[in-house]
């Protein structure tokens, strides 16, 4: 399973992004997908979820408010939704595929994309 996050660049704080995973596998809509970051030094962070029809989201507390996730299953693609940026929030974001429901922990998830470059500037 190949998954490609793309939409990165360079925001000044309190700006939105918006990131996009996408996948060529047909499969997709069965899947719960997720988004993570990783910023410079620092471990994989769970940034959020969604089921598998859009209907159900989960978001970490720091990006609640902030961040929205969707998808379109019949465009084999998850976005994120990101406002309000802020420095913080400065980090290479990847999708990946959840393996089970309710999943928050980078051991949960699969088929890790490249990631995506995110730097909010103050």
């Known amino acids: 399973v190949q998954l490609q996050a793309s939409g990165g660049g360079l925001v000044q704080a309190g700006g939105s992004l918006k990131l996009s995973c996408i996948t060529s596998?047909?499969?997709?809509?069965?899947?719960?997908m997720g988004w993570f970051r990783q910023a410079p030094g620092k471990g994989r962070e769970y940034i959020g979820w969604?089921?598998?029809?859009?209907?159900?989201?989960d978001y970490t507390d720091s990006v609640k408010g902030r961040f929205t996730i969707s998808r379109d299953n019949d465009k084999n693609t998850m976005w994120l939704h990101m406002n309000n940026l802020e420095p913080e929030d400065t980090a290479v974001y990847f999708c990946?595929?959840?393996?089970?429901?309710?999943?928050?922990?980078?051991?949960?998830?699969?088929?890790w994309g490249q990631g995506t470059l995110v730097t909010v500037s103050s």
């Open positions: 990946a595929r959840a393996l089970v429901n309710g999943a928050r922990t980078s051991s949960d998830f699969d088929s």
């Open positions: 969604i089921n598998w029809n859009g209907r159900r989201t």
């Open positions: 596998e047909r499969t997709f809509s069965n899947w719960a």
